[in-house]
């Protein structure tokens, strides 16, 4: 069942990442519907389909049944919705549509192995909420904490730095020392943190004063300490089940 499933996913990688370049993308999000790219995402869909299940349209003819129409389906609704506020989150929610309809056409043909409560299992939940925690959990935790102490540009300007790059940073990097722990690879961790104090050297050396400084290892330090409380967490838990 699971081999199934993620050939189907093949099939949708090399259709929607592989095969299709981004000037498709780009006439299908101006055109919509009338782009001739549409149809050709579609055909290499259909292509990528055959390949992967060996051209057995006897065996698999509803799987071409169901995830073609549906997929072009839910390629226009998302192409009729877009903008750009929105691009990322229907991105994503076109992504989801189409692994759901993918689980469907498994469950169809392996419906005495597919169960989503036998995939809920105490370490699942275990692992998502540690995960959580190191992540999201420990972002606004860190937020509402350092909002204590304010870093202002004493002449005024514009920092330039991209728009909310440091909460993606910070949520990366406890992903990457929680995966570490887990995994039982602690050198990781001090591969990361030296790896993020050379980047970070050229800002603090620059620094006039200290509050730079004090303020990134702060949040550093505090980045790090959420992130190991999360791993040996879920190393606890998930042992103790």
Same mark, same amino acid.
């Given at each position: 069942?699971?081999?199934?499933? /993620?050939?189907?996913?093949?099939?949708?990688?090399?259709?929607?990442?592989?095969?299709?370049?981004?000037?498709?993308?780009?006439?299908?999000?101006?055109?919509? %519907?009338?782009?001739?790219?549409?149809?050709?995402?579609?055909?290499?869909?259909?292509?990528?389909?055959?390949?992967? /299940?060996?051209?057995?349209?006897?065996? %698999?003819?509803?799987?071409?049944?169901?995830?073609? *129409?549906?997929?072009?389906? !839910?390629?226009?609704?998302?192409?009729?919705?877009?903008?750009?506020?929105?691009?990322?989150?229907?991105? #994503? #929610?076109?992504?989801?549509?189409?692994?759901?309809? /993918?689980?469907?056409?498994?469950?169809?043909?392996? *419906? &005495?192995?597919?169960?989503?409560?036998?995939?809920?299992? *105490?370490?699942? !939940?275990?692992?998502?909420?540690?995960?959580?925690?190191?992540? +999201? +959990?420990?972002?606004?935790?860190?937020? +509402?904490? !350092?909002?204590?102490?304010? /870093?202002?540009?004493?002449?005024?300007?514009?920092?330039?730095?991209?728009?909310?790059?440091?909460?993606?940073?910070?949520?990366?990097?406890?992903?990457?020392?929680? +995966?570490?722990?887990?995994?039982?690879?602690?050198?990781?961790?001090?591969?990361?943190?030296?790896?993020?104090?050379?980047?970070?050297?050229?800002?603090?050396?620059?620094?006039?004063?200290?509050?730079?400084?004090?303020?990134?290892?702060?949040?550093?330090?505090? &980045?790090?300490?959420?992130? !190991?409380?999360?791993?040996?967490?879920?190393?606890?838990?998930?042992?103790?089940?």
């Amino acid at each position: 069942m699971l081999f199934f499933f /993620l050939t189907l996913v093949l099939a949708h990688c090399l259709g929607d990442f592989v095969f299709q370049p981004t000037k498709w993308v780009k006439h299908k999000r101006k055109k919509k %519907y009338k782009s001739k790219y549409v149809y050709y995402h579609i055909l290499i869909h259909f292509l990528a389909l055959t390949l992967v /299940l060996q051209a057995d349209f006897r065996s %698999y003819w509803l799987a071409f049944l169901i995830i073609i *129409p549906t997929h072009y389906a !839910i390629d226009l609704v998302k192409l009729q919705l877009q903008t750009k506020k929105n691009a990322r989150v229907l991105f #994503a #929610a076109d992504q989801i549509a189409h692994l759901i309809i /993918l689980a469907v056409v498994t469950a169809i043909y392996y *419906p &005495s192995e597919f169960s989503i409560a036998a995939l809920i299992t *105490p370490q699942l !939940i275990v692992f998502i909420t540690f995960l959580l925690i190191a992540t +999201v +959990v420990a972002s606004v935790c860190m937020k +509402v904490i !350092i909002s204590k102490w304010s /870093l202002e540009d004493t002449k005024g300007e514009k920092s330039g730095s991209l728009e909310q790059a440091g909460a993606y940073i910070g949520v990366l990097e406890r992903l990457f020392v929680f +995966v570490f722990i887990i995994t039982g690879h602690w050198e990781g961790v001090g591969f990361l943190m030296a790896a993020k104090s050379i980047f970070r050297f050229g800002d603090l050396s620059k620094a006039k004063d200290r509050k730079l400084t004090e303020y990134v290892l702060i949040g550093t330090l505090m &980045s790090f300490g959420f992130a !190991i409380l999360a791993g040996l967490g879920f190393i606890y838990f998930n042992s103790a089940i």
